[in-house]
């Protein structure tokens, strides 16, 4: 496709695009979390009116976000991503990846990352959980794995408990 065609095309996608109905979204999630942490100065995290994204703990870290539309919670660990319908278990959830309890599986090849996947860590070890993938990717290339954890809070096994960095 040419250029002017790509681009008109592209014009018209952005043109058509709906923006949140901001008086429908929840702003419950987004408080929540913006009252968690404010208790926490260390975590850096930016927020708008319909999301919210902690940034990584470290280079070896990941974004964590919360994108809220109309009762619908996207929760994302970088690339990797689930919804929610129930407004508490998105919170949770965005929480629990700026901890050391969950990591991402990330796969590269050529410098290029196609698959994310979420890993628990459970009494046995890390349990992998689902997959984001992308599928253009440079296939033919040396396949290598990468870990990302956030480490800004530490779930302690003994009590169960989390305990911050700070």
Known sequence: MPFEELAKTLK????????????????GAIEKIVDFLKEYPFVPFERREDAIRALPSSENG?????????GNYTVCYAFW???????????N??????????RL???SRGKVDYRWNIQFQEPQGWV??????????????EKKIRYLQNDYFFVTEAQGETASTS
Do not use: C, R
């Open 12 to 27: 018209t996608q952005a043109n058509n695009l709906q923006t949140p109905d901001l008086e429908a979204i929840s702003m």
């Open 62 to 70: 990941f974004e964590v976000a919360l994108l809220v539309n109309a």
């Open 128 to 141: 992998t959980g689902s997959a984001v993938f992308i599928f253009h990717y440079p296939f033919w290339k």
């Open 93 to 102: 959830a965005l929480i629990n990846g700026l901890t050391d309890d969950v």
């Open 105 to 107: 599986k990330v796969a």
């Open 81 to 91: 991503h689930t919804e929610f319908t129930d407004e508490q278990m998105s919170v």
